[in-house]
């Protein structure tokens, strides 16, 4: 059983590479405005989520709990799938990114257990502003990634993925949020 502390690092490394896979699509749609902002929003998201587990991961050291088995279990097939899936994007060269897989890379990227894995972890150590703001980032980002896709790709099919990754997280706000009313 991993620690806590364990499971935020890995967690914190998995969204930096996601991050940076977003920055380095901002650095190469740097000529199209609208694409290098919304790349650069995304990148910008991904470093909120860093940060949050980063200040969750502060105050459980300051706590005393960080060495503790975590609430939450740690697949390590998972995290190895991931690991890869991020290097293997980050790895090929820039003359491989038009904007239609860009889009395609992105929407692969948000379907994986990443965003449940943050999610899951705010939760599991009662941050719930966190967990609220992050999924309400969360929900924001896709529906932009949704419109992207209507603007620049004709593939009805990952507009209907992203589209499908929108309604499962807004439903889960909701779901938090009748919850709590």
Not at 127 to 139: A, F, I, N, S
């Amino acid at each position: 059983m991993p620690t806590t502390r364990e499971v935020l690092e890995t967690t914190i490394s998995l969204e930096k590479k996601s991050m940076a896979l977003y920055a380095r699509f901002a650095k190469l749609f740097v000529r199209d405005s609208t694409l290098h902002e919304f790349w650069f929003g995304m990148a910008r998201d991904e470093a909120r989520h860093v940060g949050a587990l980063d200040l969750v991961s502060t105050v459980l050291d300051f706590e005393g709990v960080l060495d503790r088995p975590s609430p939450i279990p740690l697949l390590a097939e998972t995290i190895e799938r991931l690991r890869k899936l991020l290097e293997h994007y980050l790895g090929e060269p820039d003359s491989a990114f038009a904007i239609e897989r860009a889009l395609a890379i992105a929407v692969e990227v948000e379907e994986t257990e990443l965003e449940d894995m943050v999610g899951d972890l705010l939760k599991a150590l009662q941050e719930h502003d966190e967990y609220e703001r992050c999924q309400r980032l969360l929900v924001h980002d896709l529906g932009e990634l949704s419109y992207m896709i209507e603007q620049h790709c004709q593939d009805a099919a990952l507009l209907q993925r992203c589209d499908e990754l929108v309604n499962h997280h807004a439903e889960t706000l909701r779901n938090k949020a009748t919850r709590h009313a």
